[in-house]
């Protein structure tokens, strides 16, 4: 089942390099990691992993387009970045709440059996 928006890479939002760099096939998390409704944050990656509706993944870059620092917390169908209150929507990575100016990138996974891949 392949999931989550196209694309990856430089999102061209960070300041320190973007979006995220992971190679294709790495493992990012168990499905069981990333609860229904919330998400899980993978800092090193950068990276937000989201699970809106029960068995449907979403990735999105973690690096706030609003000054380009991480995002915080993932609850409730929201992405949240605590640093200046943006709030994104866990499914699609559009703003809900500014400051943020647009939407976190989209990046590429898949899910095989119980384990959520970067493509």
Same mark, same amino acid.
């Given at each position: 089942?392949? +999931? ?8 061209g939002?960070?300041?320190d390099?973007?979006? $995220? ?6 493992? +990012? ?12 944050? +993978?800092?090193? #990656?950068? &990276? ?12 999105? =870059?973690?690096? !706030? =387009? /609003?000054?380009?620092?991480?995002? =915080? ?5 929201? &992405? /949240? !970045?605590?640093? /200046? ?8 990575? #559009? ?5 943020? $100016? ?5 990046? #590429?996974?898949?899910? #095989? ?5 970067a493509?």
């Open positions: 089942m392949a +999931l989550a928006g196209c694309g990856g890479g430089d999102d939002n960070g300041g390099g973007g979006g $995220p760099a992971v190679d294709a096939g790495t493992e +990012l998390a168990s499905t069981a990691d990333v609860p229904v409704g919330g998400g899980l944050i +993978l800092s090193d #990656e950068k &990276i937000v992993l989201t699970q809106p509706t029960e068995g449907e993944f979403r990735a999105f =870059t973690a690096v !706030c =387009t /609003h000054q380009s620092l991480l995002v =915080t917390s993932v609850a409730d169908g929201q &992405i /949240h !970045c605590a640093n /200046h209150g943006s709030v994104y929507d866990a499914d699609s990575g #559009e703003p809900v709440q500014g400051p943020a $100016p647009a939407a976190l990138a989209p990046v #590429e996974v898949t899910v #095989e059996d119980d384990r959520i891949l493509v």
